[in-house]
């Protein structure tokens, strides 16, 4: 996953924050954070559709509240932040957990023609599976540790939690998918 410069990120504030060049600056914003913070919002909502809702609604926030950006965190956890809260936001207002549509993927992943990968198919489809079934805040944690693999220090700025308690959550995650897997082995 390619690291995001200092000076990149300080290009894309000073034009969002200039009148004359916001739309230039939000192109790039755009252009450098989109499918990174799509498919972390995806992760957690399970859609396409509400993972493209979540992330429109990030990047209205993002524009309508750069100029309070303090810079007190890199422009990424900023934005990361954002993300998190916005899908949190649209998983509660639904008051029902959404999760990956497992035939669909089960379908994606075992129609690829290939018989030699059929047993990895088989162990991503029971991780898949494993990580759906953890509470929120452990699939979240697992998710940004092991998928978009940031260190506990980003993840604990993101989600604005000690580092012990990311820590916990992530090794009861694990804990808890490797009994799964092997449950159903």
Avoid: C
Avoid at 50 to 55: F, M, P, R, S
Avoid at 101 to 116: C, M, Q, R, Y
Avoid at 119 to 139: F, G, Y
Avoid at 147 to 167: C, D, F, R
């Amino acid at each position: 996953m390619a690291e995001v410069k200092f000076s990149e990120d300080h290009e894309i504030l000073r034009l969002l924050r200039n009148q004359d060049t916001s739309d230039k600056g939000f192109r790039l914003l755009m252009g450098t954070y989109k499918e990174r913070l799509y498919y972390h919002i995806r992760q957690m909502v399970g859609n396409h559709e509400d993972a493209d809702d979540v992330l429109q609604n990030v990047f209205i926030k993002v524009y309508r509240n750069v100029q309070n950006f303090q810079e007190k965190s890199s422009l990424f956890t900023w934005l990361y932040r954002i993300a998190t809260n916005e899908a949190l936001n649209f998983l509660n207002s639904n008051k029902t957990k959404q999760t990956v549509a497992l035939d669909e993927v089960a379908f994606n992943i075992t129609n690829n023609g290939s018989e030699e990968f059929q047993d990895e198919n088989e162990i991503q489809m029971k991780l898949l599976q494993a990580v759906n079934i953890l509470p929120d805040k452990q699939k979240q944690v697992f998710n940004l540790r092991y998928n978009e693999e940031m260190s506990y220090e980003e993840i604990s700025q993101i989600l604005e939690t000690s580092v012990g308690a990311l820590k916990a959550s992530y090794h009861h995650a694990v804990k808890k998918i490797e009994s799964y897997i092997k449950g159903t082995i």
